[in-house]
């Protein structure tokens, strides 16, 4: 395996993050759409692949997550399945499947779980899902849970900035992170928070905790891959590390493609049967 800082080729699950987490050791987690990005993302060696509701705007275009559908996100993740071979990979529920009562969110968790066959799901909210994440976890189906920016409420946050600035809204979500642990949800991610506080909840929970903009001293960190790998240009939040200009490398690729096409340069004489 050409992975990077990879001590162990065994498949990833919910209790190996769990033991990492005991012994100090960061988690790496990284989200994939497709059937080619998750194989480089999976022989990277990464903890997690998440197939993240962010496929909405990474993907098709949309402005936030809301449009994405259940078929949508049990294609996308059908296509990462396929391609991972060490990854816990995790598929984001939808905007929309699983809030309007428990028993219809455990049907389309049955489903995303059947269909997909990823290992686990996510879902974003504190005490207001806290029934339906029972119920799913009820069924057998390992839960990560999401607080802070939750992109799904953008249009009730109405901003996408940090999040649990104030008293009040951090006091809810150490409470919220700590209601999903002892639900039984095996990880949280914090996305848009103080560090401080993300290292407050990381410090309380046994359970791991993974950041997004939340500062170091968490358990593990997650990006939208796209980002990272600078295919979006104009999304610049303080939080991005770009890890390579991509969009530079593919327009250069694809440039020189269409002049030796032009040029009749391409294909050469060694490229033809
Ligand atoms: O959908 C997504 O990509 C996410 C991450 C930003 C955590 O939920």
Redesign the pocket.
């Known amino acids: 395996m050409a992975g990077y800082l990879v001590e162990d080729a065994r498949k990833v699950t919910t209790h190996r993050l769990t033991q990492m987490k005991r012994e100090g050791k960061k988690i790496a987690m990284l989200?994939a759409y497709d059937y080619t990005t998750a194989q480089i993302v999976d022989a990277a060696g990464m903890d997690v692949i998440?197939v993240?509701?962010?496929a909405s705007n990474v993907m098709a275009g949309n402005v936030t997550?809301l449009p994405i559908t259940l078929d949508q996100m049990i294609y996308h993740a059908k296509a990462v399945v396929r391609a991972t071979k060490r990854a816990l990979v995790v598929c984001?529920m939808p905007f929309g499947t699983y809030q309007v009562n428990p028993t219809e969110s455990v049907t389309n968790a049955i489903r995303i779980m059947k269909e997909s066959h990823c290992d686990a799901l996510?879902l974003e909210g504190g005490v207001e899902i806290l029934d339906t994440v029972r119920k799913i976890l009820d069924a057998g189906i390992p839960i990560c849970g999401?607080l802070g920016l939750t992109?799904q409420s953008i249009n009730k946050f109405g901003t996408y900035t940090v999040r649990a600035k104030e008293e009040a809204e951090a006091k809810k979500l150490v409470s919220d992170a700590h209601a999903l642990e002892e639900a039984g949800c095996f990880a949280v991610?914090l996305?848009k928070i103080p560090a401080k506080l993300a290292a407050q909840v990381a410090s309380e929970l046994s359970i791991p905790v993974i950041g997004?903009g939340a500062g170091h001293q968490v358990d593990g960190q997650?990006l939208?891959v796209a980002d990272m790998l600078g295919m979006t240009k104009g999304f610049t939040p303080k939080f991005l590390r770009r890890y390579a200009d991509l969009a530079t490398v593919m327009t250069d690729a694809i440039g020189q493609y269409i002049t030796d096409v032009k040029s009749s340069d391409f294909p050469n004489d060694n490229e033809q049967y």
Do not use: N, Q, R, W
């Open positions: 989200t998440l993240g509701d962010s997550t984001d996510k999401h992109p991610v996305e997004i997650v939208v």
